[in-house]
C-alpha cells in the first residue's frame, strides 16, 4: 500500500454528517444509516499513489437501505496508525460498521451490515462525476484463459489457488489518472442487475459482472454478516478466486500477493468499453436477493 499515515479522527455534529480524514483519503459518514458520501483520494504525495498528484472522487455515495430499522446507539470509534473502525447499533438486531485504511493503494474500505432477521441489506454505490465503470479490455483479451503461478497451461491450469480463469473484469476509472483503478469488492454480497442498463456490447454479453451494469451506479444486495468493499491499484485487476462465503469470524485467507496475475487496465479507457447508461432506476426496487 506504499507507505501510509493515518487518520487523525472523526469529528461530529448531531444529526449531520462528519467527515472522517486521512492523509490520503477522506469521506463523509451519515450516522442516521452509516451511508458514506464524498469518498476522495487526496492526491497527496507516495510513490503507490494513483492520482497523479490531484484530489481525485470516487464515490459520490455508498447508501444502504435499513428497511424501516434504526441505528441508535452512540458511535464508536476506533482509531489505530493507518485504520479507523466505526460501528453503531440499534433496532432490530441492526448493526452496521465501517473500516477503511488511510494509503494511497491497495483494499482501503469495507462496509458490513448485520440484521436480527438475517436478511440482506440492499446497498447503492453512485460514482463521482469524473468516475465511470468499464469493461477491462485487458481481462477481456484473455477471457478462459488460467493464469498465475501455479499453472502449467493456459487451456486447462489446472485451477487452483494460484492458478485461475480470467473471467470479465468490471473497474472504476476516469480520463485524468493513468494509474487510477477501483474495483468494488463483495464477500456474501450480490450485484442486483439494471435490464435498462444492458444496450451496449459489454453491458449483453450475458456475462455475470458485466450484464446489465450501469456507468454510474451499481446496486448490491448484502447478506448480514457480508461486506462490501473496494480495493484499489493492483489488488482491482488482480485476477484471484472469489472471496470464500464467511459471514462470522472471518480471516484474510483471499489475500495473496505475489503469486496471482495482475493483468492491468488500459488508459485511456475507450468509449466502447465505457458501460451506460450512467444511471437508472430500474432495478432498486426488485424482489431482495435471499
Known amino acids: 500500500m506504499g507507505k501510509a499515515a493515518g487518520f487523525k479522527g472523526a469529528v461530529a455534529s448531531p444529526g449531520t454528517r462528519f467527515l472522517v480524514q486521512g492523509k490520503y483519503v477522506r469521506f463523509e ?18 510513490e503507490m499513489d494513483l492520482t497523479g498528484g490531484r484530489a481525485t472522487p470516487v464515490f459520490e455515495s455508498k447508501v444502504p437501505d435499513h428497511r424501516g430499522l434504526t441505528l441508535t446507539s452512540a458511535v464508536s470509534l476506533e482509531v489505530k496508525d493507518t485504520d479507523v473502525a466505526l460501528s453503531r447499533t440499534g433496532t432490530g438486531g441492526l448493526s452496521m460498521t465501517i473500516q477503511a485504511k488511510d494509503c494511497a493503494s491497495g483494499g482501503l474500505f469495507q462496509m458490513e451490515p448485520e440484521r436480527g432477521d438475517a436478511t440482506a441489506t440492499r446497498i447503492v454505490h453512485r460514482l463521482a462525476a469524473g468516475a465511470f465503470y468499464f469493461d477491462n479490455a485487458d481481462f477481456r483479451a484473455q477471457l478462459g484463459q488460467f493464469v498465475g503461478s501455479a499453472c502449467t497451461s493456459v487451456q486447462t491450469g489446472p485451477p487452483s489457488q494460484f492458478c485461475v480463469q480470467v473471467r470479465p473484469r468490471v473497474n472504476i476509472g476516469n480520463d485524468v ?17 439494471q435490464p435498462e442498463c444492458g444496450p451496449d456490447f459489454a453491458n449483453s454479453l450475458g456475462l455475470a459482472e458485466t450484464r446489465d451494469h450501469c456507468g454510474g451506479m451499481s446496486v448490491w444486495d448484502v447478506a448480514s454478516g457480508g461486506r462490501m468493499g473496494m480495493v484499489t491499484g493492483e489488488d482491482a485487476v488482480e485476477v484471484a478466486n472469489s472471496p470464500t462465503d464467511c459471514v462470522s469470524d472471518c480471516q484474510a485467507q483471499n489475500q495473496v500477493r505475489g503469486r496471482l496475475a495482475v493483468l492491468g487496465f488500459p488508459f485511456p479507457v475507450t468509449g466502447g468499453s465505457r458501460l451506460s447508461p450512467r444511471t437508472s432506476t430500474d432495478g432498486l426496487a426488485a424482489p431482495l436477493t435471499p
Open 29 to 46: 459518514v451519515d450516522p442516521a444509516n452509516f451511508a458514506i458520501y464524498n469518498y476522495v483520494f487526496t492526491g497527496a504525495a507516495n
Open 177 to 193: 489518472s493513468a494509474k487510477f483503478v477501483v474495483r468494488d469488492s463483495a464477500q456474501v454480497a450480490t450485484r442486483v442487475r
